[in-house]
């Protein structure tokens, strides 16, 4: 009996191993930098313990910076659960051959490179682009549209990288719902929409927030969205902790943007399954 | 009873088991002759299936002994005791197909290809299933699931099988074929099976010994006859076959018969092996079949009620009479026709051999 | 009126399938463009096919990214998969607590991990490399294997292992009989979600990878600040027909061997 307790102590043992000291330790690491005081210079900062950090996230440029990310994150998830959620509603109600071309569908963009299909957006999206020529050409427009290097290229950019997993979250939910539930209700004399709106919404509410949280939380971190499709325009949280990592050098400055974005995302999580009480982000893929 | 009975394979001895603060079985005896088909029968939660997962190893007894052949196995692990199960829901193994379900007891022993083939080919001829043997259990039907999982735990040539309500995931018809289908099996095989169903009709049809169960507790062993003709308490009198209860106080014995008198009227029974006491009140059990319907009393010993509910159910007429008391009689005819309506006055009787005296346990003991 | 709503349903799914797909086709159309430029069509040509497989930096690049993907994606099998087993039958009181902690780095913004990770790696003056990418890259991988198999362990029907007990298998012949093939269709699906993930992965990378290595996507990604040459084009059409080819044999696969629940 003990034999048997110590080896699945042993299977175990990797990973606690590596998450004590790859995800733990850097993450205390994290925090206590965040404390340190900022010396100048590359990587220089010293054991003196200050709030600067967190007090420094008040500036109103930072704050800023943090109110942008957060606008960007919310109309990014707003627009991914308009298009996503009848994507993944529609889906579910396809055949079941018709289920498995689109899921095909979708699992092939997932697996090329992303940053190849933002690539194919500039193609697009650039002043001599594809868009602009083709407007251009049926009359539309006499003036090339400027959208690449804008804030709507980056909220494309975003959905475009985010809108599968919200479909995939919706999907599985919707095609794990018990149809007969809302036949049931249309049978005690509710109209399409209410049936809707208090059978199939409610029960396919776990899914949709799973996808928000699959979607909200990347969108704060996705900066390089916002550098190539944005150009330098929109500054986001992402953008800021890696300037100031690379070229401001002031490691606790960055480290204590990332604790409260760590903080920020987290209590959405917290959040989210306090309101589905699921426990893992598992039943997604 | 004095016939002469094979040598003993399994014995259960003053078997406790609790899970948590729940009792879930308050000391259990049980002895099994070889050969024998015994069926454990309760409704669920009795502790049947816990009886038997402790008979096969997979759950271990708080309290008391369990003897395969005579020896001690409670501290033996399941894999280690000559006993095999067939599950609830078949647990056929889903990413082996048939043959290699079947063959995996003979693999684990290391028994060469050859003989394995050979055994495995006589398995699926015994349950007819030849030629499935690439076949995943995906692929097949609930009974075919059915008889995979019974080949595969009889591979083993275990001493004693144990099915856990083999047959309750299976409609009507199938069940029926099934329950003689495996009764049919057992008697080839001379193998003893220890079987667990919550159905009266399967129980009384398969077995050799009927146990039924009810809160842990054994409530009466012994042949269908006896369960069925001879039911020592009211709950198996009303488990099994359904028969009515009735209660009253002995007024007159005369020639082993009883005369009680109830709320609504008489009642006549045998006295049988036990000492009625007058004036003192009884339980008795009478067979919904063995109860005549009159407008006029024929015999002397009658109740009184009113028809208060006639239904078609399984080929048979079943009639409920509401007693003065409000208590409810049933009674069962062959075929269709009864001709009285809902809502007449009967009389109700019987004749004294056929109503028993029940729970009696508490009552012998006041002598 | 039903009818009319089905398809109002497939145009919808048509529609945004098309837009997703429109910028993958620009990507393969202008592979084949004999401009340098992706503007306008210039004529058919093989010229950066060909330049591609003259790019050394290039093929370093993605065998970079392949032995990154496979190595993370072997470790982050191996550690979810026996922490999975594992964790379903110790009894830990730290369990809840590690499970949480493995599964921070797909909770929270990759640009966190991957700062978190250059930090602390510095701290351990770590060779920023292949050896830190592989680290990084294993850290978020875990958490897809782990939860996959997690997920599949709580399916399995405990009476299978019964039954496996019951006609005489010991618990390591259990597990190597019923657990491991049982478990083994998770396995490879968190693998190949994590390989996809690690594949395409630029944010915690760009932290991690160190002066002289690059993976594709880092390749791509400097490329795209500076000018990107069409080869990328050539490069991405190749690997969406590996892709292609790859999701249609493991589908065929799949339709021959019928799913067990």
């Not at chain 1, 306090?274 to 598992?282: A, G, Q, S, W």
């Not at chain 3, 496979?70 to 099998?77: D, K, L, T, Y």
Request: hydrophobic share 45%.
């Amino acid at each position: 009996m003990k034999n048997k307790k110590n080896l699945w102590g042993l299977c175990v043992m990797p990973l606690y191993f590596f998450t004590l000291l790859f995800i733990l330790g850097p993450m205390i690491y994290m925090v206590t930098v965040s404390f340190a005081k900022n010396n100048g210079g590359a990587y220089g900062f010293t054991w003196n313990f200050t709030l600067n950090n967190y007090t420094k996230i008040g500036d109103p440029i930072y704050l800023q910076c943090f109110i942008q990310s957060f606008k960007l994150a919310f109309a990014t998830t707003i627009l991914v659960v308009l298009i996503g959620y009848p994507f993944g509603y529609f889906m579910a109600k396809l055949s079941p051959k018709g289920k498995k071309i689109m899921m095909f569908l979708i699992m092939v963009p997932f697996w090329t490179s992303s940053l190849i299909r933002l690539y194919g957006w500039i193609i697009i999206l650039q002043v001599k682009g594809v868009l602009n020529t083709a407007l251009k050409t049926i009359g539309l427009i006499d003036k090339p549209l400027k959208i690449l290097y804008s804030y709507p290229a980056v909220l494309i950019g975003m959905i475009y990288a985010l809108l599968p997993f919200m479909i995939l979250a919706v999907y599985s939910s919707v095609e794990k719902m018990d149809w007969s539930l809302v036949e049931a209700s249309r049978d005690l004399g509710a109209s399409p929409a209410a049936a809707f709106v208090t059978v199939t919404l409610k029960l396919t509410l776990p899914g949709l927030l799973t996808g928000v949280i699959l979607t909200f939380v990347p969108s704060m971190g996705l900066f390089f969205i916002a550098d190539i499709l944005g150009g330098n325009k929109i500054v986001l949280v992402g953008s800021l902790i890696q300037d100031q990592l690379t070229r401001g050098s002031n490691w606790p400055f960055a480290a204590a943007l990332a604790v409260i974005l760590t903080i920020l995302t987290s209590l959405m999580i917290y959040l989210y399954r306090r309101i589905t009480h699921v426990k893992d982000l598992e039943g997604i893929f | 009873m004095m016939e002469q009975k094979k040598p003993v394979v399994l014995e259960l001895k003053n078997i406790t088991k609790n899970f948590g603060d729940t009792k879930v079985l308050r000391g259990i005896d049980l002895t099994v002759h070889e050969g024998e088909f015994v069926t454990l029968l309760g409704s669920s939660g009795c502790g049947k299936t816990t009886t038997l997962r402790i008979i096969a190893g997979l759950e271990y007894p708080n309290d008391g002994e369990v003897l395969l052949e005579g020896k001690p196995v409670k501290d033996l692990a399941p894999e280690k005791r000559n006993v095999n199960t067939v599950f609830q829901n078949y647990a056929l193994f889903p990413h082996m197909n048939v043959y290699n379900n079947i063959a995996y007891g003979l693999k684990l022993k290391k028994v060469s290809k050859s003989e394995t083939k050979e055994r495995v080919t006589k398995m699926l001829s015994l349950v007819q299933l030849e030629g499935f043997e690439k076949r995943m259990p995906s692929e097949m039907s609930g009974g075919q699931r059915q008889r995979v999982a019974i080949a595969r735990a009889l591979i083993n040539n275990p001493k004693v099988l144990l099915l856990d309500e083999p047959l309750g995931a299976l409609d009507l018809q199938l069940r029926r074929q099934m329950q003689y289908e495996l009764k049919k099996l057992q008697k080839k095989l001379g193998i003893t099976f220890i079987y667990i169903t919550h159905d009266q009709e399967e129980a009384i049809n398969m077995s050799d010994v009927i146990v039924v169960m009810r809160d842990g507790k054994f409530e009466q062993a012994g042949s269908p006859t006896e369960i069925y003709d001879h039911p020592k308490t009211s709950y198996v009198a009303s488990f099994v076959g359904s028969a009515n209860i009735l209660r009253g106080t002995v007024t007159s014995i005369k020639e082993n018969t009883a005369i009680l008198s109830g709320s609504c009227g008489t009642m006549a029974c045998k006295t049988e092996q036990y000492e009625i006491k007058e004036g003192s009140s009884y339980t008795l059990a009478v067979r919904s079949e063995n109860i005549s319907v009159w407008r006029e009393a024929k015999a002397e010993q009658y109740i009184t009620g009113t028809i208060t509910e006639k239904s078609f159910v399984g080929g048979m007429l079943r009639i409920v009479v509401t007693l003065e008391d409000r208590s409810e009689v049933v009674i069962t005819r062959q075929g269709i026709n009864f001709f009285y309506d809902i809502g007449e006055k009967v009389c109700l009787e019987w004749a004294a051999q056929d109503a028993v005296f029940v729970d009696m346990e508490g009552k012998q003991d006041e002598k | 009126m039903k009818k009319k709503r089905v398809s109002f349903s497939k145009l919808y799914l048509v529609i945004v399938m098309l837009i997703t797909y429109l910028p993958i086709a620009m990507v393969v159309v202008f592979s084949f463009n004999d401009s340098k430029l992706p503007v306008a069509w210039k004529g058919f040509t093989w010229k950066w096919y060909q330049e591609l497989f003259h790019d050394a930096a290039m093929i370093e690049a993605l065998k970079n990214s392949l032995i990154l993907g496979f190595i993370s994606c072997a470790m982050a099998a191996v550690i979810g998969t026996l922490g999975a087993i594992g964790m379903a039958r110790v009894n830990y009181k730290s369990k809840g607590m590690i499970e949480y902690l493995s599964s921070i780095p797909i909770m929270v913004p990759e640009i966190i991990l991957g700062m978190v990770f250059m930090a602390f790696f510095s701290l351990l003056n770590l060779p920023f490399g292949m050896v830190t990418l592989v680290i990084a890259h294993t850290a978020f991988s875990i958490p897809y294997v782990f939860m996959m198999v997690k997920a599949r362990l709580v399916g399995i029907d405990k009476s299978l292992e019964e039954a496996a007990r019951d006609l005489g298998a010991s618990p390591s012949r259990i597990f190597w009989d019923i657990t491991l093939p049982l478990i083994l269709p998770a396995v490879a699906s968190g693998c190949l979600l994590a390989f996809a993930m690690s594949f395409d992965d630029v944010v915690i990378s760009i932290f991690v990878n160190g002066p002289r290595m690059s993976t594709l996507p880092i390749k791509v990604y400097t490329q795209m600040k500076t000018g990107v040459t069409p080869e990328i084009n050539a490069l991405c059409t190749i690997i969406l027909i590996v892709v292609v080819l790859v999701l249609l044999v493991s589908s065929f696969f799949r339709r021959g061997k019928k799913e067990y629940k």
